[in-house]
């Protein structure tokens, strides 16, 4: 009886550690070009639009006058990041998870943005060239009704790995 207590106890401790040691972060990604994306919305310059996304999640474009921007939606709750400033997002966006075993559990959505500059001469951004915006990159943290936004990482030469060690953060907060 004795022995069967060990070996079950021995078994029990190589799957745990063989299940750790197999855990790995990675990435999925998925489009926001507007071919990819199914259009539900273009009335009175007004545009929306379901694209592909993982886990369960809505993911929509949506934009209006010069902003281009995403909802990401779980079971009617919506996370967005709206700057002030004309902005637009990126062509692709990042689904980060943890791989655990075969399965993929999914934590963290990242995604770019170029928010325009505004010309110091006459305090428009509308005739800067688009090669002057801003890059950000926007976490949100996924957990369902409980997503929520854990931060925006300003430009650097080491963005997207800032976006992912923040995305991978189990004990980062939400900021809203």
């Not at 029990?12 to 750790?20: D, E, F, G, I, K």
């Not at 926007?138 to 923040?166: D, Y």
Request: aromatic residues 8%; proline residues 3%; charged residues 25%.
């Amino acid at each position: 009886m004795r022995s069967d207590l060990l070996l079950i106890g021995c078994v029990t401790l190589l799957a745990t550690a063989t299940a750790t040691a197999t855990t790995k972060m990675s990435s999925d990604y998925t489009s926001l070009k507007e071919e990819d994306c199914r259009t539900l919305n273009t009335d009175q310059d007004i545009y929306q639009a379901d694209c592909p996304s993982k886990h369960n999640y809505l993911l929509q474009a949506v934009g209006r006058d010069l902003r281009l921007g995403v909802n990401l939606i779980y079971n009617h709750h919506k996370v967005s990041y709206q700057p002030l400033p004309s902005f637009r997002v990126g062509e692709t966006v990042e689904w980060r998870y943890e791989k655990v075993g075969n399965l993929k559990k999914y934590h963290a959505f990242i995604y770019r943005i170029y928010t325009a500059q505004i010309d110091p001469l006459d305090g428009d951004a509308f005739y800067l060239s688009r090669e002057q915006d801003k890059q950000q990159l926007v976490v949100i943290r996924l957990n369902k009704e409980k997503s929520c936004l854990l931060g925006v990482i300003e430009p650097s030469k080491n963005m997207n790995r800032e976006a992912r060690k923040l995305a991978d953060n189990k004990l980062a907060e939400c900021i809203k």
